[in-house]
């Protein structure tokens, strides 16, 4: 694959299983999170809540590639607490990382991009399979991806056809996101309540993201595709 990819949240689980098979396909691949990965090419500190720390990383993109061909963008937090005991400030961290980074991102990295209907360039926003069915105790986190495929839906229909924009919306992973610092035993077991009974691998979420990057993904936008195992059935 010859593009250009950005791919935030990078340093560990889905983040890091995309940017390494990008990068294992040919692409030309810069990583982001809160800490600048180890990567050999363009890497980036960045809050994603931060709108000048966003600005300064699609600053940096256009000034040594010139533009961009492909976003995935996997930054994001999670927070479990029954409503009465969540506070607000936990409520407005969740959504500026989860809602206003996916802006933000989104934003500058559209902003480098070059609509074309022949040969678009994509934008893959993860999301969550519990932007489609809930959970209770999680509701910081359901609106914030409710949210994000709020956007998605809305630039699909504003920049189709020359970028295509989905959202990949994850089952249970077995990433550093289910451990016990982020969800508790009980949900972990809950979790494993599905049809295939076991929790995907960040590699199974990268596969998706290289179909939709790739000459398959070529009639798909405005979409929120569900490697989950069966937990949410559409």
């Keep these: 694959m010859s593009a250009r990819v950005l791919v935030t949240g990078a340093a560990r689980g889905i983040g890091a299983a995309?940017?390494?098979?990008?990068?294992?396909?040919?692409?030309?691949?810069?990583?982001?999170?809160?800490?600048?990965?180890?990567?050999?090419?363009?890497?980036?500190?960045?809050?994603?809540?931060?709108?000048?720390?966003?600005?300064a990383m699609a600053g940096r993109?256009?000034?040594?590639?010139?533009?961009?061909d492909v976003l995935v963008h996997c930054a994001g937090i999670i927070h479990e607490a029954p409503l009465l005991d969540t506070p607000t400030e936990d409520f407005d961290?969740?959504?500026?990382?989860?809602?206003?980074g996916s802006f933000l991102v989104g934003r500058a990295a559209i902003g480098l991009m070059t609509p074309d209907?022949?040969?678009?360039?994509?934008?893959?926003?993860?999301?969550?399979d519990m932007a489609h069915c809930g959970r209770e105790t999680f509701s910081p986190y359901v609106a914030s991806k409710h949210g994000v495929l709020g956007l998605v839906r809305s630039w699909a229909k504003e920049f189709a056809p020359g970028i295509l924009v989905n959202a990949i919306c994850p089952g249970p992973i077995d990433t550093e996101m289910l451990g016990a610092t982020?969800?508790?035993?009980?949900?972990?077991?809950r979790e494993l309540a599905i049809p295939l009974a076991r929790f995907g691998q960040p590699e199974e979420v990268a596969a998706l993201a290289l179909f939709l990057a790739g000459e398959g993904g070529?009639?798909?936008?405005?979409?929120?595709?569900?490697?989950?195992?069966?937990?949410v059935m559409s």
């Design 18 to 55: 995309c940017a390494h098979a990008f990068a294992e396909g040919g692409a030309l691949v810069a990583v982001a999170d809160l800490a600048a990965p180890s990567w050999d090419g363009p890497a980036f500190a960045c809050d994603v809540a931060e709108e000048a720390a966003v600005a």
């Design 61 to 68: 993109l256009k000034a040594e590639w010139g533009g961009l």
């Design 93 to 100: 961290r969740v959504i500026a990382v989860n809602l206003r």
């Design 117 to 128: 209907p022949e040969n678009p360039p994509r934008v893959l926003m993860i999301a969550s």
């Design 182 to 189: 982020n969800m508790s035993a009980e949900w972990r077991a």
């Design 218 to 231: 070529r009639f798909f936008t405005g979409q929120g595709i569900g490697p989950n195992g069966g937990s």
